[in-house]
């Protein structure tokens, strides 16, 4: 009975280790760009302000003019939930956040993406023309929301959500 229930405690060991050595691979990811220079795609830690709004890159493709980051927006509360896709992106030097906009122009449009409740918004934001990500570091891709605890007719309560991601050489 001792040697069961150490070999069952082992195997258990055995597959929690390998979880989360498969976890820690799904955040990684090679991807090349059309500069000299490849990266490695490390997804980071998310944030969100308001409990049961969860926003993440699922992946991060630097391909030149292709380049892209795929998100999820994911709305787990009993609230309607709108998200403005007209991101911004930062990288952190010197223990600040700072913008990658190559322009001052600002995008004037403001949509919104409606996410109901218990449900997932996938999006795909095309960066090339507008940010630059050709330095290795730390960078998050944030974005506004709004809670409507009372219908999409009421005011709604802002909210916060960022993502984080590096490149490494």
């Not at 195997?11 to 929690?16: E, G, K, M, Q």
């Not at 330095?135 to 993502?163: L, M, P």
Request: hydrophobic share 35%.
């Amino acid at each position: 009975m001792k040697k069961l229930l150490a070999f069952i405690c082992l195997l258990s060991l055995i597959l929690c280790l390998a979880g989360c050595k498969k976890e820690n691979k799904e955040n990684n990811a090679t991807i090349s760009s059309e500069s000299e220079t490849n990266f490695e795609v490390i997804l980071g830690e998310k944030f969100t302000d308001f409990d049961g709004v969860d926003f993440s890159i699922t992946k991060v493709v630097l391909d030149g003019e292709k380049s892209k980051i795929y998100t999820e927006f994911v709305n787990n509360t009993e609230y309607i939930v709108t998200y403005n896709p007209n991101y911004h992106i930062e990288r952190f030097e010197n223990g600040n956040w700072i913008s990658c906009v190559k322009n001052n122009d600002k995008d004037d449009e403001l949509a919104e993406h409606t996410v109901p409740a218990g449900q997932i918004i996938r999006y795909i934001n095309l960066f090339y023309e507008n940010y630059d990500l050709s330095k290795q570091g730390k960078y998050r891709i944030i974005t506004d929301c709004d809670v409507y605890r009372n219908g999409i007719e009421a005011v709604g309560q802002k909210c916060s959500v960022f993502a984080v991601f590096t490149l490494n050489e």
